[in-house]
C-alpha cells in the first residue's frame, strides 16, 4: 500500500538505526553507555514532585485542563521573564503553555504555514524545527551559519533566492545539536533584519538555563521592538529535569501566540492540572534546583572533555546545553556520522547520535549527550581509547557495518 503523503515527505528516523542496534546488543548483555539521546537522568526535584502529589488528591484536578495554560502557570512564566530577561510579557496574551518546545514548534507551524510557505532553518538543526514546518506542507531552505558575521548574509541570500519570500527564520540559541551560543548583539542585527523584511522570528530556548561560562544565554525578546516580529519557545524538560511531564511555553507577539493557542484548542486540552500547577510552583522558586542541575552539566561536561581528550578523541568544551558537537575522528571521518556511531556501539559499548540526523551539513559530527553520570563517561572514555587503539594497530578489523555481508 502507499505510503500517505505527509509521511512520504518524511526522511528514514536515523536515529532509529542507533537505537535498534544500540537495544541489539544490550540483548546480548553489552553494557551500552548511552549519550545518544537528549534525556535527562537526574530526578526532578523533590519539592516539585511534593507538589504535585499534593495537588493531584484534589479530584476536582481530575478534570479536563486549560490547553492553553491555567493562569497561574501563565503568571509564572510571565513573571520569569521579568526575572531573568527583564521581558515584560502579559499572561494573557502572550504567554501559551504547550507539551513541551517540540509539540509548540509542530502547533504553531500548523498555525502559520501554507503549502508552499518557505521557512529559513539552520542546517544541522534539531529535526522538529525543519520537519514541524514540512509536515505542514512547508518548504525549508537550509542555512550553513552560525551566530556570527556571516549569518545575515546567508539569510539575505535565502531571501533572494526564495519564491515565495521566506515567512519566518528559525533560531535555536544554545543550540541543540551544535552548542553554540548567540549573543544580544547578534539578536539585535537579526531583529532588525527581520523587521525590514517582514519575516517572523521562531526562536528556540529550551537550553536558556544550562550555560557553563558565567554568561547567562540573551533571549531574543530583550530587543526593543523584537516582540513585533517573535515567538520564543521555552522548555522546563531541562532546567528542572521534567523530560516525562512535557510542559514548556511559546511567548511573545500576541497575533502569533493568539493563532497557536486557537489551534491547540482543536488539538488538546492542555497538560493535567497538577503537572501545571507543580510546573508553577517550579517557576516561582528561588533558583537553587537550576543552579544545582546546572552545576552537574558544568562538572560532566568537564569530565568528558578531559577524559575523552585523554582518550585521544579532542572534542571543543561546549558553553551551554547539554550537549557536545564532536567532531569524528579524522580516520573515520569518510564513513560520516552514522556509520562511525554504529562502530562506536559494536566495539566501544558507547551510543551517540550521528550529526547527519540533524540536517546534512552535520555529517562529519556526532552529539555527545551529557546524560550520564562522570563515572560513566570515564568508562565510556576507556571503552573509546581501547578502541581507537585496536584501529590504530589493526585497522582492516574495523570495518563499517554497511560494508558486510
Same mark, same amino acid.
Given at each position: 500500500?502507499?505510503?500517505?503523503?505527509?509521511?512520504?515527505?518524511?526522511?528514514?528516523?536515523?536515529?532509529?538505526?542507533?537505537?535498534?542496534?544500540?537495544?541489539?546488543?544490550?540483548?546480548?548483555?553489552?553494557?551500552?553507555?548511552?549519550?545518544?539521546?537528549?534525556? /535527562?537522568?537526574?530526578?526532578?526535584?523533590?519539592?516539585?514532585?511534593?507538589?504535585?502529589?499534593?495537588?493531584?488528591?484534589?479530584?476536582?484536578?481530575?478534570?479536563?485542563?486549560?490547553?492553553? +495554560?491555567?493562569?497561574?502557570?501563565?503568571?509564572?512564566?510571565?513573571?520569569?521573564?521579568?526575572?531573568?530577561?527583564?521581558?515584560?510579557? #502579559? /499572561?494573557?496574551?502572550?504567554?501559551?503553555?504547550?507539551?513541551?518546545?517540540?509539540?509548540?514548534?509542530? #502547533?504553531?507551524?500548523?498555525?502559520?504555514?501554507?503549502?508552499?510557505?518557505? =521557512?529559513?532553518?539552520?542546517?544541522?538543526?534539531?529535526?522538529?524545527?525543519?520537519? +514541524?514546518? %514540512?509536515?505542514?506542507?512547508?518548504? =525549508?531552505?537550509?542555512?550553513?551559519?552560525?551566530?556570527?558575521?556571516?549569518?545575515?548574509?546567508?539569510?539575505?541570500?535565502?531571501?533572494?533566492?526564495?519564491?515565495?519570500?521566506?515567512?519566518?527564520?528559525?533560531?535555536?540559541?544554545?543550540?541543540?545539536?551544535?552548542?553554540?551560543?548567540?549573543?544580544?548583539?547578534?539578536?539585535?542585527?537579526?531583529?532588525?533584519?527581520?523587521?525590514?523584511?517582514? %519575516?517572523? %522570528?521562531?526562536?528556540?530556548?529550551?537550553?536558556?538555563?544550562?550555560?557553563?561560562?558565567?554568561?547567562?544565554?540573551?533571549?531574543?525578546?530583550?530587543?526593543?521592538?523584537?516582540?513585533?516580529?517573535?515567538?520564543?519557545?521555552?522548555?522546563?524538560?531541562?532546567?528542572?529535569?521534567?523530560? +516525562?511531564?512535557?510542559?514548556?511555553?511559546?511567548?511573545? #507577539?500576541?497575533?502569533?501566540?493568539?493563532?497557536?493557542?486557537?489551534?491547540?484548542?482543536?488539538?488538546?486540552?492542555?497538560?493535567?492540572?497538577?503537572?501545571?500547577?507543580?510546573?508553577?510552583?517550579?517557576?516561582?522558586?528561588?533558583?537553587?534546583?537550576?543552579?544545582?542541575?546546572?552545576?552537574?552539566?558544568?562538572?560532566?561536561?568537564?569530565?568528558?572533555?578531559?577524559?575523552?581528550?585523554?582518550?585521544?578523541?579532542? %572534542?571543543?568544551?561546549?558553553?551551554?546545553?547539554?550537549?557536545?558537537?564532536?567532531?569524528?575522528?579524522?580516520?573515520?571521518?569518510?564513513?560520516?556520522?552514522?556509520?562511525?556511531?554504529?562502530?562506536?556501539?559494536?566495539?566501544?559499548?558507547?551510543?551517540?547520535?550521528?550529526?547527519?540526523?540533524?540536517?546534512?551539513?552535520?555529517?562529519?559530527?556526532?552529539?555527545?549527550?551529557?546524560?550520564?553520570?562522570?563515572?560513566?563517561?570515564?568508562?565510556?572514555?576507556?571503552?573509546?581509547?581501547?578502541?581507537?587503539?585496536?584501529?590504530?594497530?589493526?585497522?582492516? #578489523?574495523?570495518?563499517?557495518?554497511?560494508?558486510?555481508?
Amino acid at each position: 500500500m502507499e505510503e500517505f503523503h505527509k509521511v512520504r515527505r518524511l526522511p528514514p528516523y536515523v536515529f532509529e538505526q542507533v537505537n535498534r542496534l544500540k537495544a541489539s546488543a544490550r540483548s546480548r548483555g553489552a553494557d551500552i553507555i548511552d549519550l545518544g539521546m537528549g534525556n /535527562p537522568d537526574l530526578p526532578t526535584p523533590k519539592a516539585i514532585v511534593d507538589k504535585l502529589c499534593e495537588v493531584v488528591r484534589d479530584p476536582r484536578t481530575h478534570r479536563y485542563s486549560s490547553s492553553r +495554560g491555567i493562569p497561574g502557570l501563565r503568571r509564572a512564566q510571565a513573571n520569569y521573564y521579568q526575572r531573568r530577561f527583564g521581558v515584560k510579557l #502579559n /499572561p494573557d496574551t502572550q504567554v501559551v503553555a504547550t507539551l513541551g518546545s517540540k509539540e509548540g514548534f509542530a #502547533n504553531m507551524a500548523q498555525a502559520i504555514t501554507a503549502p508552499g510557505d518557505v =521557512i529559513l532553518c539552520p542546517n544541522p538543526t534539531y529535526p522538529i524545527h525543519a520537519f +514541524g514546518f %514540512i509536515m505542514s506542507g512547508g518548504v =525549508i531552505r537550509s542555512l550553513q551559519v552560525e551566530p556570527d558575521d556571516g549569518f545575515i548574509p546567508a539569510v539575505e541570500r535565502g531571501i533572494r533566492h526564495s519564491i515565495p519570500k521566506p515567512l519566518a527564520l528559525i533560531l535555536n540559541y544554545p543550540s541543540n545539536p551544535t552548542a553554540l551560543v548567540a549573543s544580544l548583539d547578534f539578536y539585535k542585527d537579526v531583529v532588525a533584519f527581520a523587521k525590514k523584511n517582514d %519575516i517572523i %522570528i521562531l526562536s528556540d530556548l529550551a537550553y536558556s538555563e544550562i550555560y557553563f561560562d558565567g554568561n547567562p544565554p540573551p533571549s531574543v525578546l530583550q530587543v526593543p521592538g523584537a516582540m513585533d516580529v517573535c515567538v520564543e519557545f521555552t522548555s522546563m524538560s531541562k532546567t528542572f529535569s521534567m523530560p +516525562g511531564w512535557r510542559m514548556g511555553f511559546a511567548v511573545g #507577539n500576541e497575533r502569533l501566540i493568539s493563532a497557536l493557542t486557537r489551534v491547540k484548542s482543536y488539538l488538546d486540552y492542555g497538560a493535567f492540572t497538577p503537572i501545571q500547577v507543580a510546573a508553577a510552583h517550579a517557576l516561582n522558586g528561588d533558583g537553587a534546583d537550576i543552579e544545582e542541575v546546572r552545576e552537574v552539566y558544568h562538572k560532566r561536561r568537564d569530565v568528558m572533555v578531559d577524559s575523552f581528550s585523554r582518550a585521544g578523541w579532542t %572534542i571543543p568544551a561546549p558553553a551551554a546545553s547539554m550537549f557536545a558537537w564532536a567532531p569524528i575522528p579524522e580516520q573515520f571521518r569518510h564513513l560520516g556520522s552514522l556509520e562511525f556511531s554504529k562502530l562506536l556501539i559494536e566495539h566501544a559499548d558507547v551510543a551517540v547520535a550521528p550529526g547527519v540526523g540533524f540536517g546534512e551539513h552535520g555529517d562529519d559530527y556526532v552529539r555527545v549527550a551529557l546524560v550520564e553520570n562522570e563515572h560513566r563517561i570515564r568508562q565510556a572514555a576507556r571503552n573509546i581509547k581501547k578502541f581507537l587503539a585496536t584501529t590504530a594497530k589493526q585497522p582492516n #578489523n574495523v570495518v563499517p557495518l554497511t560494508a558486510r555481508r
